[in-house]
């Protein structure tokens, strides 16, 4: 009976997890996206991407708090479209991609604000600094793919201060601050 008991406290506490599925971010097919973007003297933005990267997901289209992400970041792969910049954003200045090679972000928590909008809670690492953030996200679709499959799909943005991560190289007041973009489309495992 004692077993009994546990087994099922056991099941209950991990209900909220067993309806949730597994993805890998569709890095393959190009259909995951790490963006950037910062003021550029305040007179225009600068965009740019990661091109490489890798992660997970957990989603429960039913309990999406219980869902959780990783993603891993190459920071060498920061690519603004001009090789030079791209040079000098790998270096001390700014992301030292020779000290800090990798950058990442670990959910601790997610909301389900309603309306497949989520509020994402977790770590963010750069320039090795770890930082709570929160990124607001929204759930694009899900469903079967083409090729036999299943996927799941979100957007997410968030905004973060180059100094809270060791990043001081002056450029300006109205570039202190970087809009990070995550666009991401799993492939369920």
């Given at each position: ?101 990798n950058s990442s972000f670990v959910s601790t928590k997610i909301e389900d604000l309603g309306n497949d909008k989520l509020k994402v809670m977790g770590n963010f690492t750069l320039h090795g600094v ?60």
């Amino acid at each position: 009976m004692k077993k009994t008991l546990i087994a099922a406290g056991f099941a209950i506490l991990l209900s909220p997890l067993a309806n949730a599925a597994d993805y890998v971010l569709d890095i393959k097919g190009a259909h995951a996206f790490v963006n950037f973007k910062i003021k550029h003297l305040g007179y225009s933005w600068l965009t740019g991407r990661f091109n490489d990267f890798d992660g997970k997901f957990s989603y429960d289209p039913s309990n999406p708090s219980a869902s959780q992400i990783t993603v891993n970041i190459e920071t060498k792969s920061i690519d603004s479209n001009h090789a030079e910049r791209d040079k000098h954003l790998r270096g001390k200045d700014f992301l030292n991609v020779s000290k800090f090679p990798n950058s990442s972000f670990v959910s601790t928590k997610i909301e389900d604000l309603g309306n497949d909008k989520l509020k994402v809670m977790g770590n963010f690492t750069l320039h090795g600094v770890t930082k709570p953030i929160v990124i607001d996200a929204v759930k694009i679709g899900e469903g079967d793919d083409p090729w036999g499959g299943y996927r799941a799909g979100f957007s997410g943005t968030t905004r973060i201060a180059l100094a809270d991560y060791g990043i001081t190289y002056n450029l300006g007041p109205a570039s202190t601050h970087v809009d990070l973009e995550l666009h991401i489309e799993g492939i369920k495992q």
